[in-house]
């Protein structure tokens, strides 16, 4: 007879369960129709289709999202399931932001269209997170699809680096690696794949599934080499501090120590690969000297200088320009247009969330930014922190570590608008509050039965 509190995935059973576990759904995971599960795996499997294609920057991934948004939701309906609202008040501030400096945009059109695309994630991760948070056989299949495609996106970024620059092919009418051999793989940017392979590494090693280390570990190899091949400067930062991260937390917890020191050997191995020069017969201040400059990894430190000191220039440039509309704004997604308007010498976009938060949405939005990665970092550490996540096979500081890699990458990128982002704080705040005041932990399910 089957442990009344098993934790079998719910969703899969059809939808005329018997009266008795009708009676009982308060204490169990919500039924979902099975057809969820497949439209699930799909929208996550084609987050890295993320090209472009109209004006309105749709992607092939919405396809999936869209998809799961409205069979999601209305499953959500149907099931009378309990909604939850995190990120609801920061998200406020960051809409509210935006629509006030919508009227001082010199491209209003442009900035309108930011905002619908805003509306259109903040719904993508509100149905994802609800979703999850009633049934952790969701979470578990998100997060094992996750780590699945990531292994593949990487495999397929390693292989055109390999083959660069001879018979490169092309994926929705972009090629996977530039005239430079950093490689984007099915995205449109290589600093972008790059944050998807760091946060997918850290999902894999937070995951239950798979669980035997040693697999991770054989998994791990082909996405760091991914991350290699991007040769972003922000990924392998990242990758560090993520993992110091980790380990921080995985100590302090002494649960999840195995995971956090893999992951920190992993770090190492990345750093000194890149550091080391070509010949190490030299003398230590010649070496010193050449840190950063090696043949392999002179895309990534031997250009670090130039490329922060590039953004650097373009956020005070902007600064300089705009810094007097900060109160209310110069409109979302405006500033390109806005420093070629008043024929700035750099221009381009500002790559940066917090800066562009407050140049752009003003200050109700700067705050709503820094309020949207405040609130997520925090159910980052209740999941990491929680005895009751870690009692079903999670290993939560590794998503400590892929916050860690999320705050940081908003210095170099603008991530709100990645659908990537959203949906891993859908996962974070799923593991968070999957129903932990109901749901019994496997233990007690196998003596139950």
């Not at 990758?239 to 120590?257: K, N, Q």
């Not at 949207?372 to 929680?386: E, L």
């Amino acid at each position: 007879m089957k442990a009344s509190g098993s934790l079998a995935p719910v969703w899969d059973r059809p939808a005329d369960v018997d009266a008795l576990t009708k009676a009982d759904m308060p204490a169990r995971e919500i039924t979902f129709p099975r057809v969820l599960k497949p439209i699930l795996v799909l929208a996550v499997a084609a987050l890295p289709l993320e090209v472009p294609r109209m004006s309105s920057q749709a992607t092939p991934a919405d396809a999936g999202m869209i998809l799961f948004i409205l069979i999601g939701g209305a499953s959500l309906w149907r099931t009378r399931a309990r909604l939850r609202l995190p990120l609801a008040g920061s998200y406020t501030l960051l809409l509210l932001g935006g629509l006030v400096a919508l009227s001082q945009s010199l491209v209003p059109g442009h900035s309108a269209a930011a905002l619908v695309i805003d509306f259109y994630l903040f719904i993508w991760f509100f149905v994802a997170m609800n979703v999850f948070s009633n049934s952790e056989g969701a979470l578990r299949t998100a997060a094992f699809t996750w780590s699945l495609t990531a292994v593949a996106e990487a495999l397929y970024m390693g292989a055109a680096h390999l083959r660069f620059p001879k018979h490169v092919p092309y994926f929705f009418g972009n090629a996977p690696t530039s005239d430079f051999n950093r490689t984007n793989g099915t995205f449109f940017d290589p600093n972008l794949a790059g944050f998807y392979l760091v946060v997918s590494l850290f999902i894999l090693w937070a995951a239950p599934k798979p669980a035997s280390r040693k697999v991770k570990v054989l998994l791990t190899i082909p996405l760091v080499y991914g991350v290699y091949a991007t040769q972003s400067i922000t990924a392998l930062a990242t990758i560090v501090a993520g993992t110091l991260v980790a380990l921080t937390i995985a100590f302090i917890s002494r649960r999840e120590l195995a995971t956090a020191i893999v992951l920190g050997l992993i770090a190492a191995l990345l750093v000194t690969v890149s550091v080391l020069p070509d010949t190490f017969g030299q003398k230590p201040a010649e070496i010193l000297n050449s840190l950063g400059r090696t043949r392999s990894f002179s895309g990534t430190l031997g250009r670090s200088e130039n490329s922060f000191g590039g953004r650097a220039q373009r956020w005070l440039e902007a600064i300089h320009f705009f810094g007097g509309n900060m109160l209310i704004g110069i409109g979302p997604a405006a500033t390109d247009d806005s420093l070629a308007f008043y024929r700035a010498p750099i221009g381009g976009e500002l790559h940066n969330d917090y800066i562009a938060g407050f140049l752009e949405r003003g200050v109700v939005g700067g705050v709503g930014v820094l309020a949207i990665f405040g609130v997520a970092t925090a159910w980052a550490i209740r999941a990491a922190t929680s005895r009751r996540v870690r009692a079903r096979g999670w290993r939560a500081p590794a998503l400590l570590g892929a916050m860690a890699a999320a705050l940081l990458t908003a210095m170099t990128l603008e991530t709100l608008h990645f659908r990537l982002l959203w949906l891993f704080f859908a996962l974070v705040v799923g593991i968070a509050s999957v129903r932990a005041d109901t749901l019994p932990d496997r233990s007690s399910a196998r003596v139950a039965g």
